[in-house]
């Protein structure tokens, strides 16, 4: 049975780039603008604020997860943060590789894991579209395992490193996916897999996306009337069920192209009867047709 969490995050192919250990004493904070950096955080002791641009400020305590597919202006500080017109002094570098925020000569009464991954997918915007903006997960001993093996996959130099650090993260990403999906209220495919019918529907796009699918047809997979099964997996996903095939489709589609299949094989595959067909949608879709996107790349 094909999974369409795990296709969406193993066509997104995180990319381990930044791991740190950061840990804080007395009022803190940090700022940042990553425009589009998949970011994530894990508390290992004490306590912190977490402030994204547009949202309230989120508490996070000890062992809390924070993973931002997508990250734009955010900042983090201590529990009871400093004056908005405070300076902000940079990370002391210490002796450990760690770094240091706020009071240098107090104990440090946070701790935290923060690093950044990138997501090497020719259409990761797509693909991160189709997740939450935040996802913030609290209680959960497998991801703090999964989050202290990347910490000392980092900080370690054994041979492999780099390959051992790409899996984990994408096993950590999964996993936080998962762990998000019980409770997924923000539009999206977690969501949309948290619906049990809607499931079934999701599965076999991804398991078929060849088949010239209708709504009525998925409908009937899903065991729901056309319009209701429509409502609500618009409800639910955040499109209509025929643009999340499309989008998938397409997300296909350039994977096979980048591996040099022949544009007729691409057309077969992803559920177009011709090249010609494929190309004029492919042209239309990305705005260049798809040999000229592979050249692109």
């Known amino acids: 049975m094909i999974d369409p969490l795990a296709e969406v995050v193993t066509l997104l192919q995180p990319r381990a780039q930044l791991s740190k250990v950061v840990s804080g004493a007395g009022a803190w904070r940090v700022r940042r603008s990553h425009a589009g950096q998949p970011f994530y955080c894990v508390v290992l002791e004490g306590a912190s604020l977490l402030t994204i641009s547009g949202r309230a400020p989120l508490p996070l305590a000890q ?83 999964l989050v202290q093996l990347v910490r000392d996959e980092s ?87 025929m643009a999340y095939l499309l989008r998938w489709r397409m997300a296909r589609a350039k994977q096979l192209l980048r591996r040099q299949a022949s544009v007729a094989a691409v057309a077969e595959q992803v559920g177009y009867g011709s090249a010609s067909a494929f190309s004029v949608a492919f042209t239309r879709y990305a705005g260049v047709t798809p040999t000229s996107w592979l050249r692109l790349r």
Request: hydrophobic residues 50%.
């Open 155 to 241: 900080r370690a130099k054994r041979p492999g490193r780099a390959l051992v650090l790409s899996h984990l993260l994408e096993v950590l990403l999964i996993e936080a996916l998962r762990s998000a999906a019980v409770t997924a209220g923000a539009p999206g495919l977690l969501r949309g897999l948290a619906d049990e019918r809607l499931a079934v529907a999701l599965r076999r796009m991804h398991e078929d996306s060849a088949r010239p699918w209708t709504v009525a047809q998925l409908a009937r997979e899903a065991a729901l009337s056309r319009s209701a099964f429509f409502e609500r997996f618009s409800a639910a996903v955040g499109v209509a069920p």
């Open 63 to 145: 062992g809390d997860f924070v993973l931002i597919p997508e990250s734009h202006e955010f900042a983090m500080t201590s529990p009871l943060p400093p004056p908005a017109a405070a300076d902000d002094p940079p990370p002391l570098p210490l002796a450990d590789g760690a770094f240091r925020l706020g009071a240098a000569d107090a104990p440090a009464e946070t701790v935290l894991l923060v690093g950044h991954c990138t997501f090497d997918s020719p259409d990761a915007a797509l693909l991160v579209s189709l997740l939450p903006q935040l996802i913030h997960i609290r209680g959960e001993q497998r991801l703090a395992t």
